[in-house]
């Protein structure tokens, strides 16, 4: 198994581009997240999915967009980039049941917007 | 919002001293979970606690869950360079569908 995998690994954007960003799980989870991590931040929700076809607004949401059309991907867009938006970006998926739900991380996505 | 708030924000220490980190908040926890992550990697899963007063441990780390569940700590004795890396407490968010994350505690080690 792969577990979760994010495309890309790294990129670099100007002001006002717009990208999509990849997450895939193959472990059959409901849950699917989307954090931004900065320096002295620690990890901040962008948005979440509790399952295919739905999606929520996390903690930091503005200037982004999200879409889970199928259970094992759960995608990231930006449609006009900033600068402020220059970050690592993890995907993360957990399976809810029982009592123990871990989140599985992805490598993370490093992009640069200047 | 509810929000977990970690101390301290860095701490270095000599290998084989101990560590402590902390994690509080103002209001009641359904339960807790610690991540690490590594330099340049990312965030890894390490334990849940749920039960009031609730202590595990996992070889020289020693996890405990405060007896309000408002607070919660992480213990590494006699710390090794592997040991490096920042910590992360988590718990619920309100609607209890999503994990709210400290901002982290990071730990390096000289030998």
């Known amino acids: 198994n792969a577990g979760v995998t994010q495309t890309p690994k790294f990129r670099v954007l100007k002001t006002g581009q717009s990208m999509t960003l990849l997450c895939a799980q193959d472990?059959?989870?409901?849950?699917m997240y989307w954090y931004r991590q900065d320096p002295g931040m620690g990890l901040r929700l962008i948005h979440y999915?509790?399952?295919?076809?739905?999606?929520a607004k996390g903690e930091v949401p503005d200037g982004y967009n999200v879409s889970r059309l199928k259970k094992q991907n759960f995608l990231l867009g930006l449609e006009s980039a900033a600068p402020s938006q220059t970050s690592v970006y993890f995907c993360?998926?957990?399976?809810?049941?029982?009592?123990?739900?871990?989140?599985?991380f992805g490598p993370g996505t490093r992009l640069t917007v200047t | 919002g509810q929000q977990v708030m970690q101390i301290p924000q860095y701490q270095h220490v000599q290998e084989g001293e101990d560590f402590t980190t902390y994690c509080n908040s103002s209001?009641?926890?359904?339960?807790i979970q610690w991540y690490k992550q590594r330099p340049g990697g990312h965030p890894v899963f390490l334990i849940q606690?749920?039960?009031?007063?609730e202590v595990k441990k996992q070889k020289r780390l020693t996890f405990q869950f405060g007896e309000a569940k408002k607070n919660s700590s992480l213990h590494i004795t006699a710390t090794q360079t592997t040991d490096v890396g920042t910590y992360f407490c988590?718990?619920?968010?309100?609607?209890?569908?999503?994990?709210?994350f400290g901002k982290g505690t990071t730990l390096s080690v000289s030998s």
């Open positions: 988590a718990s619920d968010n309100q609607a209890g569908t999503a994990l709210i």
């Open positions: 606690l749920v039960k009031s007063g």
């Open positions: 999915s509790v399952g295919e076809g739905t999606t």
């Open positions: 993360a998926s957990s399976y809810w049941g029982g009592t123990t739900y871990e989140q599985y």
């Open positions: 472990m059959n989870h409901e849950y």
């Open positions: 209001t009641t926890l359904s339960n």
